[in-house]
């Protein structure tokens, strides 16, 4: 174990048993670890490097990374597990371990891929992009190093969207400063290299992005190449892509398909898909009616006249492009001249107003000693009302342990049990993710009988990941040795409810078995 491991190990002994180092990106270091108290559950545990401790802007994104990723429930997307602190204050993240390859090393080993198998990647990447979309969150830097492939259980391939390090929560869009630009130059969308302010960037910026990966799936390259960032930015806000034929010749795609891509890299997003799920299934629905035309023994070799098509196509986007940029001139000028025009406007209406401030002065006044009086009662009231609100949380938390309550904020009381009470919380720590939180009594606590069997209430389900079972966040103890579960909060209601509800509304006829009259009780 080298220097490194070794000091994570003894900043999280308690909680993982580090195995083997995976790599290192900007951020952090990500090891394959051992969750001790969720039955040795294999992760992939993420921790930031020590020397950007003291640096806000990376502490922020990958605070952010856990707090996007953890609140997105997907096959499709990975599981976040756990987010915290160590002893030492070093942020970490436990998250899914997934074996396979990236799409990006799957593309350097085989170049393009077939269409049939781009058309299954894309359909399960626009599945777990939708289900972040549906939240507000919008991933900002997808590429084939954030697509995951790996396989299920019954060695089916799975594709898992990784790495929201820099996503964006459309609620806290102030995580990122206006005018900065986050994300890989190549893959970039063109509102996202032209400076957009954060706050407008929506879903569209991700599908240009997904168009990029799809384009570089089908033809083994991205659709534009430059030697500086600034090279791909220009790029992507001026020059059009260009056509399959003119980067890959004889690639047997045929039109359709082509332009299914190339309606997603549209400059003006309102041409683009309205979601990711229209994207693919534009796209396998243009690969099955064009399935006879996917014969890889037919190449479409360019004779004279495409290629004088193709020099004619070359310098019509030069010509467009000229004249996109000379387009922009004059719209900057016409911009800079109004806006001088504007600034003497307000110069002479802030002089007019100054003019009729002074007469309006003493109603002025008092109209403002009236307003502060107003705010003042506002204010005391809000100020009772957070009083009453704090003392009735109080009494709640009371009952959970101050270190839980670092990470865990009760939200209400669930139930009771032998053993210990049943809380709805959220999870501070992971983007407020809402869990159900059990807490042993303390007055059980001395009794290791108990303590045992309350430990092994969820050991079944420890190393368990099924969409059909319930999934267990953590199994631990706090401080002071009160052991807590934290495990997936579930709405809806259990059979037996469901059962009984039933019964009460007499819908059972006879000794009818239950399945011959509510068909939903055969699934």
Not at 87 to 116: N, Q, S, W
Not at 260 to 268: C, E, G, Q, R, S
Request: neutral net charge; aromatic residues 4%.
């Amino acid at each position: 174990m080298d220097g490194t491991a070794a000091q994570v190990a003894s900043g999280l002994a308690r909680r993982f048993r580090i195995v083997r180092r995976l790599g290192a990106g900007g951020m952090g270091t990500v090891f394959l670890a051992e969750q001790i108290g969720v039955g040795n559950r294999p992760v992939a545990l993420k921790v930031l490097n020590r020397k950007l401790l003291d640096d806000p802007e990376f502490l922020l994104r990958f605070q952010n990374e856990a707090g996007s990723t953890g609140r997105i429930r997907h096959a499709n997307v990975v599981t976040i597990y756990e987010s915290s602190q160590a002893e030492d204050g070093t942020p970490y993240i436990a998250m899914e371990f997934l074996e396979g390859e990236t799409l990006h090393d799957c593309l350097k080993r085989r170049g393009a891929l077939p269409v049939a198998e781009c058309a299954e990647i894309l359909r399960q990447t626009a599945n777990g992009l939708n289900a972040a979309h549906k939240l507000g969150i919008i991933h900002r830097d997808l590429k084939p190093d954030n697509i995951f492939l790996t396989q299920g259980d019954e060695g089916e391939r799975v594709v898992k969207v990784v790495d929201f390090g820099i996503a964006k929560l459309r609620e806290s869009s102030t995580h990122t400063l206006t005018g900065m630009v986050l994300g890989t130059p190549a893959y970039m969308s063109s509102e996202q290299a032209s400076g957009m302010r954060s706050d407008r960037l929506d879903l569209r910026s991700d599908l240009y992005s997904l168009g990029v990966v799809v384009y570089e799936m089908l033809t083994g390259r991205v659709p534009f190449h430059s030697d500086t960032p600034l090279g791909y930015l220009r790029k992507h806000m001026m020059e059009d892509p260009p056509p399959f034929r003119a980067v890959a010749p004889g690639l047997p795609v045929p039109p359709q398909l082509e332009a299914v891509v190339i309606k997603a890299l549209a400059k003006d997003r309102d041409q683009r898909y309205a979601s990711a799920l229209e994207f693919a299934r534009e796209f396998s629905s243009a690969a099955a009616a064009a399935s006879d035309e996917l014969s890889p023994t037919r190449l479409i070799v360019p004779d004279e006249t495409q290629a004088e098509q193709e020099r004619q196509a070359r310098e019509k986007a030069e010509a467009e492009r000229r004249s996109r940029e000379r387009a922009e001139a004059e719209r900057l000028a016409r911009e800079k001249a109004e806006q001088e025009r504007w600034a003497r406007e307000r110069a002479e209406a802030e002089r007019r107003a100054r003019e009729k401030t002074e007469a309006d002065r003493p109603a002025r006044e008092k109209a403002e000693q009236e307003r502060l009086a107003r705010e003042k009662a506002e204010t005391e009231r809000r100020a009772r009302e957070k009083a009453e609100q704090e003392r009735q949380a109080r009494e709640t938390e009371a009952q959970v342990p101050a270190s839980l309550a670092r990470r865990f904020r009760i939200v209400q009381r669930l139930g009771e049990g032998g053993m210990g009470t049943v809380f709805l919380a959220e999870q501070i720590d992971m983007g407020d993710r809402r869990v159900e939180l059990k807490v042993m009594r303390r007055n059980r606590v001395g009794d290791p009988d108990l303590v045992s069997r309350f430990q092994n209430e969820a050991s079944p389900s420890l190393r368990l990941r099924h969409p059909n079972l319930m999934t267990i966040y953590e199994s631990a103890q706090t401080d002071d040795g009160t052991p807590y579960i934290a495990m997936e909060y579930l709405e809806g209601e259990s059979l037996r409810d469901c059962l009984n509800r039933r019964l009460a509304g007499g819908r059972v006829r006879g000794n009818s078995p239950a399945s011959r009259q509510w068909p939903e009780c055969r699934a």
